[in-house]
């Protein structure tokens, strides 16, 4: 036996445990701790480092049964419970791991991944008012820190925080000034420490010579933003800007051939560092670098915190604010933002286009208008499941409630979002049988989808941009829903482009009563499904060439500026 044979003490052999287990000796470590256990059973540092030890083994049901027993034996060991919750986190044990994270929390107010790991426990468990409050204090813990003791952030804690701002912008009580709070605090821990450290830029300041402009994305393929993308890099004035791309796209497609034809120059980015690709696009010479991530999943920001370019635009995966006072300039339209009335709630200035949305023809889209009967009406959301809320639901609810022999489908892919759906919906009184759902599916079958839609709903209040559009190219009219944030003015901007702002409203009654009208309006609704795909064709939204004007005009009026600035300087 160990701790005989050297006539060690107890606290010695956990140390040498301790030692073996920093060395990679897993069994060594583990037949010490098993033998002090043997000796004392109720000792709490050797039943917790075996059940740390037992997690990494992959023994997760033992491991949760130490640590278990740590916290029934010491309730305020505020260690433990955080490494028992972050276990039963890993192990989708929700509801278990948040009550244990929310004692850690309690016992341990001051750490920010506890907090980090409660709000992911929320999330999952749908509490996004309590989960947002939970990545918030973590965000305060974080920027409460003296500035020399900040690094970098790695990917998890990043995203974790990305998904505060994410979430932030689901809850319908936002607004603008809220939600520029928390993108302010991101910044502050995240942004100025890299921003501070940017070096001068040596492009040259001639406001009339051809601009080099960058893109940087992890979806330059089929995705919303390549999509979005196309028009725009097709229409391009390659004499007067020349287009590069920092691309990260891990799943490359014919799409990606096609915008990498349109680019003066493409580099595959991937495999670089936030650090690595700053100083890339800074060897480049880029004059104008644009973000078309903000918060989403694999974004960049790290490398526009470290100011790479002389100016920094944000544009396309959604408009909002990004926070990084490293980005100059955020691209919107006279509907998202009719005056300047939000402008301090934005850490960018505003340039605004004749219209946010330069929406290509979808190859895989069929006829609109072969659609056949039905003797029931049918609403539809395919948006992305994580725009389904409480709130959702209750306005929808409302709308079925209104149109008795109706049915909405869903897009809804995992067997847990539904049963979450058909829960919401039998709390607003409707019968989830009533509620059909749809998965994952083909391009060419999602279009056809929206051949048994009648009329589609857009959430609130992140609404539908892409899916929006896809749904009038497809006959479908949209119903829409004004809130307190810019994004829920999207459905405002693309239906006021098609002269159909009648179908847009500003309170829940309003809505509820729109859909209604127009469920029980068949000619108009026939109407619509025969025209709506000619008003988008002559609308601005798909007007690519007059977009391409437009958008290289408001660059250069921002290239311009720069250029004036830096030579009074």
Not at 514 to 526: E, N
Request: proline share 6%.
């Amino acid at each position: 036996m160990l701790i005989r044979s050297r006539s060690m003490t107890v606290q010695e052999a956990l140390v040498l445990a301790m030692q073996k287990h920093r060395a990679g000796d897993a069994v060594q470590a583990e037949q010490i701790f098993r033998q002090v256990l043997s000796q004392q059973p109720t000792n709490l540092d050797a039943l917790h480092w075996l059940g740390l030890l037992s997690a990494e083994q992959g023994r997760s049901e033992e491991a949760i049964s130490l640590l278990q027993r740590v916290v029934s034996l010491a309730p305020n060991a505020g260690d433990c419970w955080n490494n028992l919750g972050v276990l039963l986190l890993k192990h989708s044990k929700s509801e278990e791991a948040a009550a244990a994270l929310s004692r850690a929390a309690a016992l341990k107010p001051g750490v920010p991944g506890i907090f980090e790991c409660l709000g992911t426990a929320l999330q999952r468990l749908r509490r996004p008012s309590e989960a947002i409050a939970a990545y918030r204090k973590a965000l305060l813990l974080r920027a409460a820190l003296p500035l020399h003791e900040r690094r970098p952030p790695e990917k998890p804690e990043l995203r974790i925080c990305d998904i505060l701002l994410t979430l932030a912008h689901h809850d319908p009580t936002n607004d603008a000034k809220s939600l520029y709070t928390d993108h302010a605090l991101w910044n502050q821990v995240y942004g100025s420490p890299l921003t501070a450290l940017a070096a001068a830029h040596i492009n040259d300041p001639d406001p009339d010579r051809r601009i080099r402009i960058g893109y940087v994305s992890t979806y330059l393929n089929s995705k919303p933003v390549g999509r979005f993308l196309s028009g725009l890099f097709a229409n391009h004035d390659h004499q007067h800007f020349e287009i590069c791309c920092y691309s990260d796209t891990r799943q490359p497609d014919a799409m990606t051939t096609r915008l990498r034809a349109f680019s003066d120059l493409w580099r595959d980015t991937s495999s670089l560092s936030d650090e690595q690709l700053a100083q890339l696009i800074r060897d480049d010479r880029v004059d104008i670098l644009i973000d078309l991530g903000m918060h989403s999943l694999d974004h960049r920001l790290m490398v526009f915190a470290r100011k790479p370019a002389p100016i920094q635009v944000t544009y396309l995966a959604y408009c909002s604010t990004t926070g990084l006072q490293a980005i100059d300039y955020r691209l919107s339209d006279s509907v998202f933002d009719p005056d300047d009335s939000q402008q301090p709630f934005y850490s960018e200035r505003t340039l605004r286009l004749g219209s946010y949305w330069c929406y290509p023809p979808p190859e895989d889209a069929p006829d609109a208008t072969d659609v056949p009967p039905s003797d029931s009406i049918v609403f539809g959301c395919l948006n992305d499941f994580m725009k389904f809320n409480k709130t959702s639901a209750k306005l929808w609810s409302g709308v079925l409630k209104a149109v008795p022999n109706s049915r909405l489908l869903l897009h809804a892919p995992a067997a847990d979002d539904r049963a979450f759906v058909q829960s919401e919906f039998l709390a607003n009184g409707i019968d989830p049988a009533r509620i059909e759902f749809l998965g994952f599916v083909s391009p060419g079958e999602y279009f056809r989808t929206y051949r048994r839609i009648d009329i589609a709903l857009d959430p609130t209040p992140w609404c539908g941009g892409t899916t929006t559009c896809d749904a009038l190219w497809m006959g479908v009219p949209v119903v829409s829903l004004v809130g307190r944030s810019t994004l829920s003015r999207g459905g405002l901007s693309i239906l006021s482009r098609i002269g159909l702002v009648d179908l847009v409203a500003y309170d829940a009654s309003q809505y509820v009563a729109i859909a209604a009208a127009l469920a029980h309006d068949p000619v108009r609704r026939q109407s619509l499904r025969l025209d709506l795909r000619r008003r988008m064709l002559q609308s601005p939204i798909m007007n690519a060439p007059a977009f391409a004007r437009d958008f290289e005009r408001v660059l250069r009026t921002a290239w311009t500026r720069w250029c004036e600035k830096s030579k009074r300087q």
